[in-house]
C-alpha cells in the first residue's frame, strides 16, 4: 500500500498541472458516505478521485465485463493500478455499480458565478 | 420571492434578445437550482427539463460539459494561433478578432452524449438524460474571414483544434478534435466571442469558442488557442477513438469495431417537454404542454404530441419565426377532464422529413440519443 501510495504521489509529481493529492470536500464526504465497504475502496479513493469525482463511478450501471474494460481504459490514461490492483478495483466495481442497480436522481443546484470553481 | 417567468427570463438575457422570450405557463427552479449535478469534477452539469420552454437558453441554465479542470486563462495575453499548411502563420489577439467583421448565429448546442443514460443496455459515460443541450445566440468573427488572411496551402483538407484545457496526468490524452475545411469555411462557422449577446463565460470556453451550428457539440472546441492546418484527419484517443458513431449500428449490445465508425457531424432532429416533468400531478382541465424541437440544419416542419401510448397524435403549434440551427417552441393546449396516469409524448419532423424514431439508435458510446421524448404525469382531481 505504501508503495502504491509513492507510485501515486509520483505520477502526480509528474503531471503538467495535476490536482492536488488531497480530494475536495465535496468527494471526500461521498468517498465517506456513499462508497460501499470493500477491498478496492481504498484503490478507488486513492487511484481515481485524484483526477475526477466519485459520480463518475456511482452514477455507471454496469457489466463487469464494462467495468473492466472501464479499468484498462483508466490505466492506459495514467490511473496507477498494478494488476492484481486492476482486478480488485474491478471486481468491486461491478459488485458496487452493476446493472439493475436503482438510479441516482441528484437534486439541481445552482449554477457556478463567474469563474469561480463549481463544487 | 417568486418572480415572473418573464421578468426572470427578460432580465437573464438583456433587452437585445427580449424578443424572443415566450410565456410558458410552467416555471420551475425559481430559487435558481436549474442544474443536476452529473459529475462536479470535471464540472458536468445538465439543465432540468423545465429549461425547455423557450426559445433562447439563459447562461444560468445552460448545461455545462467539461473533458478536464476548467482552465484559467488571461485575456490579455490571450492568443489564437493560426497555424500548419497555410502560407501565413498568424498570431492573434482578441482585439484583432474583434476588428473583424462580426456575425450572430443563433445555434443549438448539444452534447453527443445528451441521453446516454436512456440506453438500454446501459453504456459508460456520464449519464445524461435529456438536459445537455441548449440555445444561444454566437457573435464573433467568420472563421473563413481569418483563414483567408492565413490563405491555407492546396493540399490542407482538415482543420486540427486544440483548446487550453490540460489532462489530469500527463499520461492522459489531450482534448483535440478536428473538422473538415469544408464546415471550416462555411459562412455560419464563427469564432465566437460572445453568447447571448454578453462575454462567453469560463466554463462555456472564455474567450474563445468555435461555433459549429447544425453540429454537435465535441468539435466546438472552448478556450480556443490552436487552429492547425492539415491534409490528414488528427491522431489521438478524442479523434481516433472516442466521439465516434458505427457507420452500420447493429444489434443493442453488440461491439463495433473501430473501422467500422466516423466522427460525428449533424445533429440528428428532436424535441424536448419542458412544461411537465416525469411525477408531475396535474389538475384536471386545459393545460399548455411547451417544449423545443431542433434539428441538424433543417429546420423544425412540425411537431406532435401524444397522450395515449402514441395511438393518436396532434399537431402543435409552432412559434415564429422559424429557425434553421436553433430551438423552436412548440405548444399544444391538452384537455382532459379524466383523472389518471398519462405519457405525454412528443416528436419532431424536420423539412427534410427526418422524423424522430421511437426507440434511439443504440451504440456503444450513447450518443445521438434522438427517441420520441415522454413523460409520464398524473392526472388528479
Avoid at chain 1, 35 to 60: F, I, K, M, N
Avoid at chain 2, 20 to 40: C, H, N
Avoid at chain 2, 127 to 147: E, S
Avoid at chain 2, 372 to 379: C, F, G, L, S, Y
Wanted: one cysteine or more; a positive charge; aromatic letters at 8%.
Amino acid at each position: 500500500m505504501i508503495a502504491g501510495l509513492l507510485a501515486a504521489a509520483l505520477v502526480l509529481g509528474a503531471a503538467p498541472s495535476g490536482p492536488t493529492a488531497e480530494a475536495p470536500p465535496r468527494e471526500a464526504a461521498l468517498a465517506d458516505d456513499a462508497l460501499p465497504d470493500g477491498p478496492g475502496r481504498a484503490l478507488l479513493r486513492e487511484r481515481c478521485l485524484v483526477c475526477h469525482s466519485a459520480e463518475y463511478v456511482t452514477q455507471q450501471r454496469l457489466t463487469a465485463g464494462q467495468w473492466q474494460k472501464t479499468v484498462e481504459k483508466m490505466r492506459k490514461f495514467g490511473a496507477n493500478l498494478a494488476d492484481d490492483e486492476a482486478k480488485v478495483l474491478t471486481d468491486y466495481l461491478a459488485r458496487g455499480w452493476p446493472v439493475g442497480l436503482p438510479d441516482q436522481a441528484p437534486a439541481p443546484v445552482k449554477p457556478p458565478t463567474g469563474s469561480a470553481p463549481l463544487r | 420571492m417568486r418572480m415572473s417567468r418573464r421578468t426572470f427570463l427578460t432580465t437573464s438575457l438583456g433587452a437585445a434578445a427580449a424578443w424572443w422570450v415566450e410565456t410558458p405557463t410552467f416555471a420551475r427552479a425559481a430559487d435558481g437550482a436549474s442544474l443536476i449535478p452529473r459529475t462536479t469534477r470535471p464540472p458536468n452539469y445538465e439543465s432540468v427539463r423545465s429549461t425547455f420552454t423557450t426559445r433562447l437558453t439563459p447562461l444560468d441554465r445552460f448545461y455545462l460539459r467539461n473533458h478536464f479542470d476548467v482552465p484559467e486563462v488571461d485575456l490579455q495575453t490571450w492568443r489564437l494561433q493560426v497555424q500548419g499548411l497555410v502560407e501565413k502563420p498568424l498570431t492573434l489577439a482578441l482585439s484583432d478578432l474583434e476588428r473583424l467583421p462580426q456575425a450572430t448565429v443563433e445555434a443549438v448546442l448539444q452534447c453527443s452524449g445528451n441521453g446516454r443514460g436512456l440506453f438500454v443496455p446501459r453504456v459508460p459515460g456520464v449519464q445524461w438524460r435529456v438536459g445537455a443541450v441548449g440555445n444561444a445566440t454566437w457573435t464573433g468573427a467568420r472563421l473563413r474571414d481569418v483563414l483567408a488572411l492565413s490563405r491555407p496551402k492546396a493540399q490542407g483538407r482538415h482543420l486540427h483544434l486544440r483548446g487550453a484545457e490540460v489532462p489530469p496526468l500527463s499520461t492522459t490524452p489531450p482534448f483535440l478534435r478536428g473538422i473538415p475545411l469544408e464546415k471550416a469555411l462555411h459562412p455560419d462557422t464563427i469564432l465566437a466571442l460572445k453568447m447571448n449577446g454578453g462575454p462567453i463565460p469560463p466554463y462555456h470556453g472564455s474567450p474563445l469558442r468555435l461555433v459549429l451550428p447544425g453540429w454537435v457539440a465535441n468539435d466546438w472546441m472552448k478556450w480556443l488557442g490552436v487552429v492547425e492546418v492539415s491534409a490528414d484527419e488528427p491522431k489521438g484517443f478524442f479523434y481516433e477513438t472516442a466521439y465516434r458513431f458505427p457507420t452500420r449500428p447493429g444489434a443493442p449490445g453488440a461491439a463495433v469495431p473501430p473501422e467500422a465508425t466516423a466522427p460525428m457531424t449533424k445533429l440528428k432532429v428532436k424535441s424536448i417537454i419542458g412544461s411537465v416533468e416525469d411525477g408531475s400531478v396535474l389538475e384536471p382541465g386545459v393545460h399548455e404542454i411547451v417544449g423545443v424541437a431542433f434539428s441538424g440544419g433543417a429546420g423544425i416542419a412540425s411537431v406532435e404530441v401524444s397522450f395515449d401510448g402514441g395511438k393518436s397524435w396532434h399537431r402543435a403549434a409552432l412559434d415564429n419565426p422559424p429557425t434553421r440551427y436553433g430551438f423552436r417552441v412548440f405548444r399544444y393546449r391538452w384537455r382532459s377532464d379524466r383523472p389518471g396516469h398519462y405519457v405525454v409524448a412528443s416528436r419532431a419532423t424536420d423539412t427534410s422529413g427526418a422524423t424522430q424514431p421511437s426507440e434511439p439508435v443504440w451504440n456503444p458510446g450513447g450518443y445521438l440519443h434522438n427517441a420520441i421524448d415522454r413523460v409520464a404525469v398524473e392526472m388528479r382531481a
